[in-house]
Every structure is written in structure tokens, then in C-alpha cells.
């Protein structure tokens, strides 16, 4: 049994106001990916470590979302992202930290997975190494989108806190005519037909973040986890994802004999809430359950299960 998830990020307070301008190129990105990804899983034709890196890529080409083309600015307002790739039978990883000159971050942390070693590299290393495999540097500005200028501008004309209009589910720019809501980190978990279990997840961060500020997102076992029995990736606050080791805690639970997914997962956001842990997670296991619980008005989220694609934003019905 084969099984692909994906989300575009979390965020929010209060009830949800319904889709946006901006969701239905959102939607018809993660309803695409996975109709490609969802049956190459099922034939055997595609590995779940292949699916999660061309899930993740598909996403940061898609400039609605919140990594690659399309990231938030930080506080220079400048684009610098970070990803991570792992593979759930033997633990290989790759993480990049901090690149400016990758289109596709989670294509250079899966060269480091193939790789070997190093299992990370940050800024200039990153994206010489991603020189070195083929990759061609681009220029930044070619990641910046008018809604993430419009974003920035509105964070440093307020004076606000980072993230503050990532969250914002209702800010209006009227100069751009579209609501500003910012979704986050996007990420995908693969069972394939062998049963093997892979995780990846890519962001652009906060809007006005700290030049260096490192979230959960490369951060093995914080924002990225997959072993012999649950793959995982999680989008909201990086730094209570950090402190609470969330995305390996979930693989730690499910080594409990009859562990339920669900409940596992469930515990691993109550765990991460005290922290100001806002947001949400992705996670599939090897005897094909797939969950996607989050903590916040929305996330964008999508499966590929027994021939079908669902997606969804708001809560659950």
C-alpha cells in the first residue's frame, strides 16, 4: 500500500474565513503533484524518497507557497531558506541551512543524503556544493514575489514582531488587491510499494527574521524524521518544534507496542504548545495510516491514497 501527504504550511487564529485569490494555484499545485507522484508510488515505479524530494520541489516552484520561488523576506529583505530530506530505512539525511542561490533547496539536501557527508551545509558551502552536483545558482531577486515585497513592507513600515504577517490570516495590501496570508513550510511523507518510509520539508521562514535565525525545518528530528515505522514533517513556530524535538518524539512514540498514529501525533503537539508551538504536522506510517492534525485556524494538506487525491485548507468536517 503506497500513500503520499503533503502540506503548504499552518497558520492563524480564530475561524476560518474560507479560500483566498491566492488557494486555487495552492490547491491545483498540491491536486497535481500528488495525481503525478500518488501512482509512480503505487507501481513500485518510484522510490518514497524520490516522491518527497519532486513533492517538495513541485511546491517551491509554486510561488503561493512559502519556500523556493516565493519565500518570505527577512529582516534585510532578503530570501535565505532552508530544507531537509530523510530516508527512513537506513537514516540517511541531508539538510541545507541559510542558501540564497537554490531555486530548489530540497534538491541539494537530498545530493547530501546521496552523498553521504557531510549531512549538512549552511550559506556559501550549501550552494557551492550545490554548484559542484550540477545545480545552476541563481539570483535572489528571482525568488522574491510581489506578495512577499508587499508582506515585508507591511512588517517593517508596523514595526512587527517576525512572522507577524505570516500569521495574519486577514491583513488586507490594498496596493496588491489580494489577501496577504502567508502560508509557511511546505513538506511531503511517502510510504511506497517496498514499504519504505522517506520525509522532506522546505521554507523561507519568518517574514523579518534575524539574518542566521535557523528554525526546525533542516533540523533532523525537529522538523524532519523518518525511520523503519513513520515518516514525519511539521510546519509552525520552528523554535518550539526545536525545543520539543518534535518530529523525532513522534518516532519515538510509535516504537510503543500498538501505537496509534493519531494519538501519538496528537501528543507530540500537546508537547510542543507550551513552547508557543503554533502550527501543524504531516505523518505516515508503515502500515499505512496518514494523519495531519494541526493547531491552528488552517493548513494546506493533501493525500494520495488507493487511487484517490484529497486536499483541503480549513478545518476538518
Same mark, same amino acid.
Given at each position: 500500500m503506497a500513500l503520499l501527504a503533503?502540506?503548504?504550511?499552518?497558520?492563524?487564529?480564530?475561524?476560518?474565513?474560507?479560500?483566498?485569490?491566492?488557494d486555487p494555484p495552492r490547491l491545483a499545485c498540491m491536486e497535481a503533484l500528488l495525481s503525478d507522484l500518488g501512482p509512480r508510488l503505487d507501481d513500485g515505479s518510484l522510490s518514497a524518497l524520490e516522491a518527497v @524530494?519532486?513533492? *517538495?520541489?513541485?511546491?517551491?516552484?509554486?510561488?503561493?507557497?512559502?519556500?523556493? *520561488?516565493?519565500?518570505?523576506l527577512d529582516e534585510t529583505g532578503a530570501v535565505s531558506m532552508d530544507a531537509s530530506i530523510m530516508r527512513g530505512e537506513d537514516g540517511a539525511a541531508g539538510a541545507v541551512v541559510g542558501v540564497r542561490r537554490i531555486q530548489n533547496p530540497i534538491d541539494t539536501a537530498h545530493g547530501l543524503l546521496q552523498g553521504g557527508w557531510p549531512l549538512m551545509l549552511c550559506a556559501e558551502g550549501a550552494e557551492a556544493f550545490a554548484?559542484?552536483?550540477?545545480?545552476?545558482?541563481?539570483?535572489?531577486?528571482?525568488? *522574491?514575489t510581489d506578495l512577499r515585497r508587499a508582506q515585508w513592507r507591511k512588517w517593517r513600515d508596523a514595526s512587527l514582531r517576525p512572522g507577524a504577517t505570516d500569521e495574519d490570516d486577514a491583513a488586507l495590501d490594498h496596493d496588491l488587491g489580494d489577501e496577504i496570508d502567508g502560508p509557511g513550510t511546505v513538506g511531503a511523507v511517502a510510504l511506497d510499494a517496498h514499504g519504505r518510509l522517506a520525509a522532506a520539508t522546505s521554507t523561507g521562514g519568518m517574514t523579518g527574521k534575524p539574518v542566521g535565525r535557523v528554525g526546525d525545518t533542516p533540523v533532523i528530528g525537529a522538523g524532519t524524521w523518518a525511520d523503519e515505522r513513520v515518516a514525519v514533517s511539521c510546519t509552525g513556530v520552528g523554535e518550539a518544534y526545536l525545543r520539543a524535538c518534535a518530529a523525532h518524539e513522534v518516532g519515538v512514540g510509535m516504537r510503543a507496542d500498538r501505537a496509534d498514529l @493519531?494519538?501519538?501525533?496528537?501528543?507530540?503537539?500537546?508537547?510542543?504548545?507550551?513552547?508557543?508551538?503554533?502550527?501543524?504536522?504531516?505523518? *505516515?506510517s508503515a502500515d499505512g495510516d496518514v494523519v495531519l492534525p494541526f493547531r491552528v485556524t488552517l493548513m494546506y494538506r493533501g493525500v494520495w491514497r488507493n487511487g484517490a487525491v484529497t486536499t483541503a485548507i480549513g478545518p476538518d468536517v
Open positions: 503533503v502540506h503548504g504550511g499552518a497558520g492563524g487564529d480564530g475561524p476560518w474565513g474560507g479560500p483566498t485569490p491566492m @524530494r519532486l513533492a *517538495v520541489m513541485a511546491m517551491e516552484d509554486e510561488g503561493g507557497f512559502n519556500a523556493g *520561488v516565493g519565500s518570505v554548484a559542484k552536483q550540477g545545480q545552476r545558482l541563481i539570483d535572489p531577486e528571482t525568488l *522574491v @493519531r494519538t501519538v501525533c496528537d501528543h507530540v503537539l500537546d508537547l510542543v504548545e507550551p513552547y508557543g508551538g503554533r502550527g501543524g504536522l504531516i505523518a *505516515v
